[in-house]
């Protein structure tokens, strides 16, 4: 009988006839001739089956990232070269951070999507004898680790492809600097963050680089895809990068009415830390687990410096504290005997999570207590652990509420989850809830790597407390602004939009803790008005296939809705997680992003979709500056007469809980606004006994329906017949046809009235206030022109009266008067107002924020004789209280 041979490389197993045997994979097995013959028919018509499913025939990404925001486009070709329709599967590997802005599929009749957290997947039946197209675009802010930027593009199309291309084009108007290109990784196999730099590319990857402009392709062969992995490439593509740094303040860009702001400070020296290890050794840590966590934490703790504090707790069904009630310095000695102990921990028993929380976050903060350093020194918890509550208090809620509750904003908790039964939500909002991060560490990886990489990120501290701050009359819609901490190698992005667009610079002020206690940063920062940060035209950039280039503008969507969902994920009020789903979904609708609270029939949604009490702010809107005319501080009252060209100012020593009436008009415009007062004691040395300011600011419009603001340092409350609860550490905007508010994130707050009466309330929070100091409110009137001339109140009143500045004898006005010199005050100085004659002396006031100083006329005690009537007659019962007790006939 005549021999011959089937060969089936994708199965590994040849099969020959005319013989008695088979070769299988590494082995020789005896079989009959019929078997072998069965077998070869069996396998010929699984080989047709294989044959006849759709092939990928080109798999192409192609990447723009500009300053630092990446748009990526991937398109899968998939051929059917069947008799019959058959299904077309497009599997994705996405970056978890990233937001899907488009999804087709070309001569496709269907598709799906699978919401999950890092893979995107959809099929559709694909016509015989026919090609379809699947097309994803997604988008993502790239963010600096270890001092790189790092960005990674799957490639995993399962099989060999005809066409094979990445291209990564990187557009960085400050400079590209240490580009590189790592070999193809898997994700279990990054970690540390410091690998690669010896390697070399993929093979076929070409680099090309100018000063702001560099490109990327990786384009192998079918042979060089068959060396990287037999049965189609598998790994990740990555690119490093980073930038130059010139400005201290940072690196600002301006681009159609938005802004975007880089701070990677740089040269500092590091922040001493106080930190406390804490290790799950429950019996599900046994083995590879327990051992690589140890060897993590041995490197570790050999990179600590000598002026860091530290201790380790370890913990199962009981807790073990190494060092009882302190942490300990850096020592030889102590890291010796630290190693000890970790290398004597033995796996045993359940897993008390939130007895371990309390006894850590109990130590660290007596700790910080008893020595007075938190304004010295960073200080942070580090919890690891590989599984659920099993012992002790179990319900997620309780160990959330125990944890916040024990940390009080003293101090950040960094969690780390390690393998896949870990309760890995309550891990993430226990780290978002206390300023930390989280981790997730592969259980099959190189655990000891990942476990180095994230300290790594976060063990030199440089800056604490910080503070990025704008001109309260020149931004809006502010990102986030107040950070805990700054490590080095990461970056601090703020982005907001402009209010004047037509101004030719932006102050930008920074403040901060470092290791000399405190730092100052401000400039002002030119805005480029020449299309400098356009990039239209620019090649390899603007041929994408992506409709809106403000990648500025996207940038600052793209924050915003991180933000939003991070509350989301933060609150337990059902109502309030309701609305931030609301305000979420509409701006992701707005920018074509897919989030948790969308899907991919976006043009549908976009369409219908309607967020109750929601008005969305028109960019080209004509904002109206801010006057002078304000109540803020101890408080301190300004008021502006612009045709004067003066300003008066006067204190008001109130007692704690009293409502002040500030604006009372609400006969007329119906609008009526009060605030309270809360104490505090006065500093020391000081001739006060005691000081107050405004803990919550109330505004009431009655016409033409009835709707109110309660404003408070934390919260807005907003009933406008829906009720809407608005933290103020998020950036949003929500109102209706009569009344709009817009929160700036721990900055400001922007009340609109029928588009003709605005009021700007300040934000005033401390994180370590001192004795004398309360986190408070200031007012200021911004537009008062819908506010009628019988507007009372202790602001209210002078809106629309004047004043003069004489001298008693008769002689030349102060020669401040109308001009905004220094020089020496005359005690002789008069004040007109509406027929009553006040002694005045000159001063100088600091406002928004201490950014700008008013020259003005200081009126003593207590307004006597500025103010209609005395200051009991402004206090008002409660704070909602309308009560129209001065009329015209009143006035003196």
Same mark, same amino acid.
């Given at each position: 009988?005549?021999?011959?041979?089937?060969?089936?490389?994708?199965?590994?197993?040849?099969?020959?006839?005319?013989?008695?045997?088979?070769?299988?994979?590494?082995?020789?097995?005896?079989?009959?001739?019929?078997?072998?013959?069965?077998?070869?028919?069996?396998?010929?018509?699984?080989?047709?089956?294989?044959?006849?499913?759709?092939?990928?025939?080109?798999?192409?990404?192609?990447?723009?990232?500009?300053?630092?925001?990446?748009?990526?486009?991937?398109?899968?070709?998939?051929?059917?070269?069947?008799?019959?329709?058959?299904?077309?599967?497009?599997?994705?590997?996405?970056?978890?951070?990233?937001?899907?802005?488009?999804?087709?599929?070309?001569?496709?009749?269907?598709?799906?999507?699978?919401?999950?957290?890092?893979?995107?997947?959809?099929?559709?039946?694909?016509?015989?004898?026919?090609?379809?197209?699947?097309?994803?675009?997604?988008?993502?802010?790239?963010?600096?680790?270890?001092?790189?930027?790092?960005?990674?593009?799957?490639?995993?199309?399962?099989?060999?492809?005809?066409?094979?291309?990445?291209?990564?084009?990187?557009?960085?108007?400050?400079?590209?600097?240490?580009?590189?290109?790592?070999?193809?990784?898997?994700?279990?196999?990054?970690?540390?963050?410091?690998?690669?730099?010896?390697?070399?590319?993929?093979?076929?990857?070409?680099?090309?680089?100018?000063?702001?402009?560099?490109?990327?392709?990786?384009?192998?062969?079918?042979?060089?895809?068959?060396?990287?992995?037999?049965?189609?490439?598998?790994?990740?593509?990555?690119?490093?990068?980073?930038?130059?740094?010139?400005?201290?303040?940072?690196?600002?860009?301006?681009?159609?009415?938005?802004?975007?702001?880089?701070?990677?400070?740089?040269?500092?020296?590091?922040?001493?830390?106080?930190?406390?290890?804490?290790?799950?050794?429950?019996?599900?840590?046994?083995?590879?687990?327990?051992?690589?966590?140890?060897?993590?934490?041995?490197?570790?703790?050999?990179?600590?410096?000598?002026?860091?504090?530290?201790?380790?707790?370890?913990?199962?069904?009981?807790?073990?504290?190494?060092?009882?009630?302190?942490?300990?310095?850096?020592?030889?000695?102590?890291?010796?005997?630290?190693?000890?102990?970790?290398?004597?921990?033995?796996?045993?028993?359940?897993?008390?999570?939130?007895?371990?929380?309390?006894?850590?976050?109990?130590?660290?903060?007596?700790?910080?207590?008893?020595?007075?350093?938190?304004?010295?020194?960073?200080?942070?918890?580090?919890?690891?652990?590989?599984?659920?509550?099993?012992?002790?208090?179990?319900?997620?809620?309780?160990?959330?509420?125990?944890?916040?509750?024990?940390?009080?904003?003293?101090?950040?908790?960094?969690?780390?989850?390690?393998?896949?039964?870990?309760?890995?939500?309550?891990?993430?909002?226990?780290?978002?809830?206390?300023?930390?991060?989280?981790?997730?560490?592969?259980?099959?990886?190189?655990?000891?790597?990942?476990?180095?990489?994230?300290?790594?990120?976060?063990?030199?501290?440089?800056?604490?407390?910080?503070?990025?701050?704008?001109?309260?009359?020149?931004?809006?819609?502010?990102?986030?602004?107040?950070?805990?901490?700054?490590?080095?190698?990461?970056?601090?992005?703020?982005?907001?939009?402009?209010?004047?667009?037509?101004?030719?610079?932006?102050?930008?002020?920074?403040?901060?803790?470092?290791?000399?206690?405190?730092?100052?940063?401000?400039?002002?920062?030119?805005?480029?008005?020449?299309?400098?940060?356009?990039?239209?035209?620019?090649?390899?950039?603007?041929?994408?296939?992506?409709?809106?280039?403000?990648?500025?503008?996207?940038?600052?969507?793209?924050?915003?809705?991180?933000?939003?969902?991070?509350?989301?994920?933060?609150?337990?009020?059902?109502?309030?997680?309701?609305?931030?789903?609301?305000?979420?979904?509409?701006?992701?609708?707005?920018?074509?992003?897919?989030?948790?609270?969308?899907?991919?029939?976006?043009?549908?949604?976009?369409?219908?979709?309607?967020?109750?009490?929601?008005?969305?702010?028109?960019?080209?809107?004509?904002?109206?500056?801010?006057?002078?005319?304000?109540?803020?501080?101890?408080?301190?009252?300004?008021?502006?007469?612009?045709?004067?060209?003066?300003?008066?100012?006067?204190?008001?020593?109130?007692?704690?809980?009293?409502?002040?009436?500030?604006?009372?008009?609400?006969?007329?415009?119906?609008?009526? #606004?009060?605030?309270?007062?809360? &104490? *505090? !004691?006065? =500093?020391? +040395?000081?001739? %006060?006994? $005691?000081?107050?300011?405004?803990?919550?600011?109330?505004?009431?419009?009655?016409?033409?329906?009835?709707?109110?603001?309660?404003?408070?340092?934390?919260?807005?409350?907003?009933?406008?017949?829906?009720?809407?609860?608005?933290?103020?550490?998020?950036?949003?905007?929500?109102?209706?046809?009569?009344?709009?508010?817009?929160?700036?994130?721990?900055?400001?707050?922007?009340?609109?009235?029928?588009?003709?009466?605005?009021?700007?309330?300040?934000?005033?929070?401390?994180?370590?206030?001192?004795?004398?100091?309360?986190?408070?409110?200031?007012?200021?009137?911004?537009?008062?022109?819908?506010?009628?001339?019988?507007?009372?109140?202790?602001?209210?009143?002078?809106?629309?009266?004047?004043?003069?500045?004489?001298?008693?004898?008769?002689?030349?006005?102060?020669?401040? #008067?109308?001009?905004?010199?220094? &020089? *020496? !005050?005359? =005690?002789? +100085?008069?004040? %007109?107002? $509406?027929?009553?004659?006040?002694?005045?002396?000159?001063?100088?006031?600091?406002?928004?924020?201490?950014?700008?100083?008013?020259?003005?006329?200081?009126?003593?005690?207590?307004?006597?004789?500025?103010?209609?009537?005395?200051?009991?007659?402004?206090?008002?019962?409660?704070?909602?209280?309308?009560?129209?007790?001065?009329?015209?006939?009143?006035?003196?």
């Amino acid at each position: 009988m005549p021999k011959y041979l089937l060969l089936y490389p994708d199965l590994s197993l040849s099969v020959f006839g005319g013989g008695n045997w088979i070769q299988g994979p590494g082995q020789w097995n005896s079989l009959p001739l019929q078997s072998c013959l069965s077998l070869s028919l069996l396998l010929f018509w699984k080989r047709r089956e294989n044959e006849t499913k759709p092939r990928m025939a080109e798999f192409t990404v192609k990447s723009t990232i500009i300053s630092r925001y990446a748009f990526t486009t991937v398109s899968c070709t998939m051929v059917n070269s069947g008799s019959e329709a058959r299904e077309g599967v497009f599997e994705m590997q996405m970056p978890a951070a990233a937001f899907i802005s488009n999804f087709t599929m070309d001569n496709v009749p269907g598709g799906s999507r699978e919401n999950g957290v890092e893979t995107f997947k959809a099929s559709g039946m694909i016509p015989r004898k026919t090609q379809a197209v699947f097309m994803l675009h997604y988008e993502e802010l790239l963010q600096r680790r270890l001092g790189k930027y790092e960005y990674i593009v799957s490639v995993r199309p399962q099989q060999l492809v005809g066409r094979l291309r990445v291209e990564v084009n990187i557009l960085e108007n400050s400079g590209i600097v240490s580009l590189e290109v790592l070999p193809l990784q898997n994700s279990k196999q990054r970690g540390s963050g410091k690998n690669g730099d010896d390697f070399s590319p993929p093979p076929s990857t070409m680099v090309g680089q100018t000063k702001t402009l560099a490109k990327v392709t990786f384009n192998p062969s079918i042979v060089q895809q068959t060396k990287i992995a037999r049965n189609g490439i598998l790994g990740d593509f990555v690119v490093r990068y980073d930038v130059n740094r010139e400005l201290s303040v940072g690196d600002v860009q301006v681009l159609n009415g938005h802004f975007v702001h880089y701070f990677a400070p740089k040269d500092l020296p590091p922040l001493p830390k106080n930190v406390v290890f804490v290790l799950d050794s429950s019996v599900s840590m046994a083995g590879t687990k327990l051992r690589q966590t140890k060897d993590a934490l041995f490197t570790i703790l050999q990179d600590l410096r000598p002026e860091d504090h530290f201790n380790i707790i370890g913990f199962s069904n009981w807790i073990k504290v190494w060092q009882q009630d302190r942490l300990v310095p850096v020592t030889p000695n102590n890291i010796r005997d630290a190693k000890i102990y970790i290398h004597n921990i033995s796996p045993r028993g359940g897993t008390n999570i939130n007895g371990a929380l309390q006894i850590s976050t109990k130590l660290l903060s007596d700790y910080i207590d008893q020595n007075d350093i938190e304004a010295r020194s960073v200080s942070l918890i580090i919890f690891l652990t590989d599984g659920r509550p099993t012992v002790g208090e179990t319900q997620s809620s309780k160990i959330l509420s125990n944890t916040k509750a024990a940390i009080r904003d003293k101090f950040c908790l960094f969690t780390i989850g390690i393998g896949n039964d870990v309760d890995y939500k309550l891990l993430e909002r226990m780290s978002l809830e206390n300023c930390g991060m989280t981790r997730r560490i592969q259980e099959d990886g190189d655990a000891a790597a990942q476990l180095i990489g994230f300290y790594s990120e976060i063990e030199t501290p440089l800056l604490s407390d910080i503070r990025v701050d704008y001109p309260v009359d020149s931004v809006e819609q502010v990102t986030q602004n107040l950070f805990p901490n700054y490590f080095n190698g990461s970056e601090i992005v703020i982005a907001g939009k402009l209010i004047n667009r037509s101004s030719d610079s932006l102050h930008v002020e920074v403040t901060a803790s470092n290791s000399n206690k405190y730092i100052l940063l401000k400039t002002d920062v030119a805005i480029d008005a020449s299309g400098r940060n356009d990039i239209i035209g620019t090649p390899g950039v603007t041929d994408n296939g992506h409709n809106d280039q403000n990648y500025i503008e996207r940038t600052w969507s793209y924050l915003t809705i991180k933000e939003l969902l991070t509350s989301w994920l933060k609150s337990d009020d059902g109502k309030e997680k309701e609305d931030l789903r609301e305000k979420a979904k509409k701006l992701a609708l707005a920018h074509n992003f897919v989030t948790p609270f969308t899907t991919l029939k976006m043009k549908e949604l976009w369409e219908s979709h309607v967020v109750i009490g929601a008005v969305p702010r028109k960019p080209d809107k004509q904002r109206i500056k801010v006057s002078k005319t304000s109540a803020d501080g101890d408080p301190h009252f300004v008021i502006d007469f612009p045709s004067s060209k003066l300003a008066v100012c006067f204190n008001i020593d109130g007692q704690p809980g009293d409502i002040l009436r500030l604006v009372s008009d609400h006969k007329d415009s119906g609008v009526t #606004v009060n605030g309270q007062l809360i &104490g *505090a !004691p006065a =500093p020391p +040395n000081g001739h %006060k006994k $005691q000081r107050t300011y405004f803990s919550s600011i109330t505004v009431l419009s009655d016409k033409p329906e009835r709707s109110y603001l309660e404003i408070t340092p934390t919260k807005v409350i907003l009933d406008d017949g829906e009720r809407f609860i608005l933290p103020c550490d998020r950036s949003t905007t929500v109102g209706s046809k009569n009344l709009e508010v817009a929160i700036s994130a721990w900055s400001n707050i922007t009340v609109t009235i029928r588009g003709t009466i605005s009021f700007v309330i300040l934000i005033h929070h401390y994180k370590n206030p001192a004795p004398y100091q309360r986190n408070h409110l200031g007012f200021y009137i911004s537009n008062s022109k819908g506010l009628s001339p019988n507007s009372h109140g202790l602001l209210g009143q002078f809106l629309y009266h004047e004043v003069k500045l004489t001298q008693e004898p008769f002689g030349k006005p102060h020669p401040l #008067v109308g001009q905004n010199q220094k &020089g *020496a !005050p005359s =005690p002789t +100085n008069i004040l %007109k107002v $509406q027929g009553r004659l006040v002694p005045v002396v000159w001063k100088q006031r600091k406002i928004y924020n201490g950014e700008q100083q008013v020259d003005c006329w200081f009126a003593k005690n207590n307004a006597e004789k500025l103010i209609d009537g005395a200051y009991k007659d402004y206090v008002a019962s409660h704070p909602f209280d309308t009560g129209t007790g001065f009329g015209v006939g009143q006035r003196l």
